[in-house]
């Protein structure tokens, strides 16, 4: 990591982790009587061992300029070990607060294992942790390869990549001490949003820098979809962290806005956070790794460039379809009806797209695990945007809102569409970055596939029937016009689908274990011997020709 | 012109349908241009390019 910086690369990289270390150091002695201090010495901590680490790499030799001949894809290593491990740690926290709905006493009176805490640690380990790192590592591989130009420097990625995982740790290590600002999926208080800017801004110049210099003249389509997410999210995060710290010593801070327009800003980023994170990035990801596997084209280049407008112009206004039957003025919940139904139409185009992409390939979507698990993500991402149009309608909503249907939609999406596709994506490029000449066992993805698959259909299953279950409970009256049953009955009536609902969990996370067993297998096999050249033997240079292909 | 509730909800009612059209109408023309198929036909190719595994100059 540190041999490939060049001697100033070093010196800058010692100049970020010294101040990042003084900030930290900062915020250790003013935030001493808050929890602010706290994450002072985290931060601190982070500082010091990156500047240690390069101090003593810092007289290994320069490196040559023959790795510009080469892409820069060791951060893309690194990140894709971090998405395991964060899969891992927000997919077992997930499991956990599962069992914690189905077993509540489990808490045992601890603070931080309240499920309150520990819930977003759960949602921001998967998104941000699992998501956010696929999404980086990915970016980066499809950037260079589409463009045929290397990352601009050696340091700018590594200051992406490690900066992200600080504010993920920030996040996760707040939540459990209590601090949140209280705004799903925005719940990192205002020192860690700033440094999330940070990281994001140079992230943006990354890819501005590097398609500056590219020798591709059209920009392919995948680089659209993750420059959309990287921009959209900036804005959101901005505009809906705005907020006034109580004090520079104090973690509190206060949002600038209030009541309704609170609840818009929040909605306006929750729904395009969806939007933009993890459906756009995803769908660069898709647009890239779907057609090399399968090895064709696109099935229409035309129709991805639409669905890319549409899904950006459309999903913008979508976000107030959270607010049905609340203060927000009529006119802008059915904006956002209106907008979430249109939206079929360029979600729809995408994973047509992606499907008529495969077909022709279907012996290899049976053949493969790992196109396998591209395919089904289409369709999940199919099943999920119908069903999310279908759910913003305003009587549709007025059954699914507030109750587990709106769980089960989420992991749709989150376990059918976004999981697979990363899992997909990962397993195509872990043997070619790491520079093995397979994943170390095939049997292993295939274990994963179905872990996944059944995973996602038992937790999906169990919030669907739950979900309609309590939403008809909470609207059945008695001949008196009060209500049939109290909350208490439905929370009852709930119990074995939750139990349900953490098995099919389990079964995901064990998938997402299986994958990190295997790459680090991968890792660890022998690398390939250098091919003996002309050594005589007459060696086909191919593997025969499968039958059906 | 106040800048008050009304204001800016007569501002989203026109404007914003107005240039939302005009931006779908754009990227539709723009996208099904004839001579621009070339182009996008070529992109389509880059994923599955056979080509060597590096960046087009040191």
Redesign the interface.
């Known amino acids: 990591m540190i041999a490939d910086l060049t001697r100033a690369e070093r010196l800058w990289a010692m100049l970020i982790l010294g101040a990042l270390g003084l900030i930290g150091l900062a915020m250790a002695i003013g935030g001493r009587n808050d929890l602010l201090g706290i994450h002072g010495w985290i931060v601190l901590a982070a500082g010091l061992a990156g500047f240690i680490a390069v101090m003593r790499g810092r007289d290994a030799p320069e490196p040559g300029a023959e790795r510009l001949h080469e892409y820069y894809d060791a951060p893309t290593r690194v990140g894709l070990i971090l998405t395991l491990l964060w899969a891992v740690v927000g997919m077992g926290v997930g499991f956990w607060v599962a069992a914690l709905l189905a077993w509540p006493d489990m808490t045992f009176d601890v603070p931080w294992l309240s499920f309150g805490r520990l819930r977003p640690v759960h949602t921001s380990g998967v998104i941000f942790g699992f998501g956010g790192n696929a999404l980086i590592a990915t970016s980066f591989h499809v950037l260079q390869r589409t463009t045929r130009a290397r990352l601009p420097d050696q340091i700018s990625p590594w200051f992406v990549l490690l900066g992200y995982n600080l504010f993920c740790v920030i996040a996760a290590s707040g939540y459990l001490m209590g601090l949140t600002q209280s705004k799903e999926y925005a719940e990192p208080e205002w020192y860690a949003d700033i440094w999330l800017v940070v990281v994001w801004v140079v992230y943006f110049a990354i890819y501005m820098r590097t398609l500056a210099r590219r020798k591709e003249p059209h920009i392919y389509v995948a680089n659209w979809y993750y420059m959309a997410f990287i921009l959209v999210v900036a804005i959101l995060h901005i505009v809906n962290n705005l907020a006034v710290p109580v004090s520079l010593g104090s973690a509190k801070s206060y949002s600038l806005f209030s009541g309704v327009q609170d609840a818009m800003t929040q909605w306006w980023y929750g729904h395009n956070a969806v939007a933009f994170f993890l459906t756009a990035g995803f769908l660069g990801m898709m647009y890239y790794y779907l057609p090399k596997r399968a090895g064709r084209p696109i099935f229409s280049y035309r129709m991805s460039i639409i669905s890319f407008w549409g899904i950006t112009f459309m999903y913008m206004w979508a976000g107030s379809h959270h607010l049905h039957y609340t203060a927000l003025p009529h006119w802008v919940q059915t904006l956002g009806m209106a907008f979430s139904v249109v939206l079929l139409v360029p979600s729809w185009a995408s994973a047509g797209n992606a499907l008529l992409t495969l077909n022709g390939a279907w012996h290899k979507v049976r053949d493969d695990a790992v196109l396998r698990f591209m395919a089904l993500a289409a369709i999940f991402y199919g099943i999920t945007t119908f069903e999310g149009s279908f759910m913003a309608i305003r009587a549709v909503n007025s059954l699914s809102h507030y109750t587990d249907w709106t769980i089960g939609h989420v992991h749709a999406g989150a376990l059918g569409w976004v999981a697979m596709i990363t899992f997909g994506s990962l397993y195509s490029i872990v043997p070619s970055m790491f520079k093995r000449e397979r994943i170390y066992s095939q049997k292993l993805v295939e274990v994963h596939f179905w872990l996944a698959l059944s995973g996602t259909v038992i937790y999906v299953f169990a919030m669907w029937n739950s979900g309609v279950i309590q939403g008809l409970m909470w609207r059945t009256y008695t001949e008196s016009g009060g209500l049939t049953y109290s909350f208490i009955d439905s929370l009852v009536a709930m119990h074995p689908y939750y139990i349900a609902r953490a098995f099919g969990g389990l079964l995901f996370l064990l998938g997402a274990l299986t994958a990190l067993y295997n790459v680090v297998m991968t890792i660890r096999m022998p690398a390939p011997a250098p091919a003996p050249e002309d050594a005589g033997l007459d060696i086909p240079a191919k593997p025969a020709l499968q039958a059906g292909e | 012109m106040p800048f008050d509730h009304d204001t800016v ?1 007569g501002f989203s009612k026109s404007f914003g349908l107005f240039y ?1 059209v005009a ?2 109408v754009i ?2 023309v723009w ?2 241009w004839p001579s621009n ?1 070339k ?10 390019l056979e080509e060597e ?6």
């Open positions: 909800v939302l931006l779908s990227a539709l996208t099904y198929k182009g996008f036909d070529e992109a389509a190719k880059l994923p599955v595994d590096r960046p087009w100059r040191g």
